[in-house]
């Protein structure tokens, strides 16, 4: 007979066994208030691994008593859709509820997604789809706009602890792990319940009924954890965001934890020396004219040099920059240039600032009065008449 997983034999069956996502499950939050109201809405879960995407997705079919089924974008398709519309239709006419679950949404292209459409909007099904992609860019807007998008927080290291303990009291094992075993297990878990369960059955199993669990058990069980970044997931976009925004922000400590996570993570070193790059114009400009240079020559380096070595001049330029003064004077000028340029598309330029290669154009007063001057001033103003009074800089 075959043993269920201990992470499955753990998944809660109520709201109140669920530890985590307080901001949704909170006395006066959105799926408390669905379960308690009995009136299902279709969701867009999105969270990380392990999150309990799959786990709230069932409660909320138990407590509203729908049927619940489930299929996985990665191994249905289109055909599967329309029985399970079929079988819904059948679910309709006995007056019962149909949930369709379908994990991993964001692998169903745009014709699979639009199969839903009239069947969620016509409330035939409630469709609850879970994702770990950005459904902003993932999920056709049409189902978007149908549907609420809830997004759920990876485990904090205190909520994988307290699952782990409920495991072992389930099994009747509390005393084989002491607490630094299950806050190591906790650490590699990075915020994945399932993870966590898993290491820890794995390493009760390694070490049998007579021994306790060490933390050189857990680690001969886990082996190494691959960082929580996918460098074409959303994860990538919100590391190197807070990347650049901690340099915005002077803030030299989380500067270099973000640029080390994207190194440890298998970044590509090139990529991050390039937004410097562009940082060090946008956002230090006309502060430190040197820092463009310094950023410049980091790209070269990197690029000529590879890794592992690169990292020091990855680690040397992030902390200059972050360091450095501050100026956005002509990123914000940048900015109104190119607003004008848009709403004066056509402004005529002045006649004395054109160019004048031919005598016909000379007589038109082409380039008339300017003088090849260094510093040359005008009270003519080097603006078309439209925006003469306008500043830019």
Do not use: C
């Not at 007979?1 to 753990?10: D, F, H, K, S």
């Not at 901001?23 to 799926?31: F, K, S, W």
């Not at 299950?182 to 966590?196: K, M, Q, T």
């Amino acid at each position: 007979m075959q043993r269920i997983p201990l992470a499955e034999r753990m998944r809660p069956k109520t709201l109140d066994e669920v530890i985590g996502q307080t901001h949704l499950l909170g006395d006066h939050e959105i799926l408390r208030q669905i379960i308690k109201n009995r009136e299902p809405v279709s969701l867009i879960l999105w969270g990380p691994p392990g999150s309990g995407k799959t786990t709230l997705a069932r409660i909320i079919a138990t407590e509203v008593k729908a049927e619940f089924v489930e299929i996985s974008a990665v191994t249905s398709g289109k055909k599967d859709v329309e029985r399970i519309v079929e079988h819904a239709k059948q679910n309709w006419n006995l007056q019962l509820r149909t949930i369709l679950f379908v994990d991993e949404i964001h692998r169903f292209n745009k014709a699979q997604q639009d199969a839903f459409l009239p069947h969620v909007e016509s409330g035939l099904i409630t469709l609850i789809g879970a994702t770990t992609e950005n459904p902003s860019f993932e999920v056709i807007t049409p189902l978007l706009s149908r549907s609420r998008v809830l997004v759920l927080e990876p485990l904090k290291k205190t909520e994988v602890i307290s699952i782990l303990k409920r495991a072992l009291t389930l099994d009747k094992m509390t005393s084989r792990v002491d607490a630094k075993s299950l806050e190591y297990i906790a650490e590699l878990s990075g915020g994945d319940a399932r993870v966590a369960l898993g290491n820890l059955e794995l390493a009760l199993s390694m070490m049998g009924m007579a021994k306790k669990i060490t933390i050189e058990t857990v680690k001969t069980a886990a082996q190494k954890r691959l960082p929580g970044y996918d460098k074409k997931g959303d994860m990538h976009y919100n590391v190197i965001s807070a990347f650049i925004k901690s340099m915005r922000g002077s803030n030299v400590d989380a500067t270099l934890y973000y640029l080390a996570r994207m190194i440890d993570a298998g970044e590509d070193p090139k990529f991050i020396a390039r937004r410097m790059v562009i940082f060090a114009s946008e956002d230090i400009g006309l502060a430190g004219n040197g820092a463009l240079g310094l950023a410049l020559n980091a790209f070269q380096a990197v690029e000529r040099i590879g890794m592992p070595e690169s990292r020091y001049i990855l680690f040397h330029v992030a902390t200059a920059l972050a360091k450095s003064e501050k100026s956005r004077q002509t990123t914000d000028a940048m900015g109104r240039a190119s607003a004008l340029a848009k709403q004066y598309s056509d402004a005529a330029v002045p006649l004395w600032l054109r160019n004048a290669p031919t005598k016909l154009m000379k007589d038109l007063d082409y380039s008339k009065d300017y003088r090849w001057q260094a510093d040359f001033h005008s009270e003519k103003g080097f603006l078309p008449d439209e925006i003469k009074d306008r500043n830019i800089f």
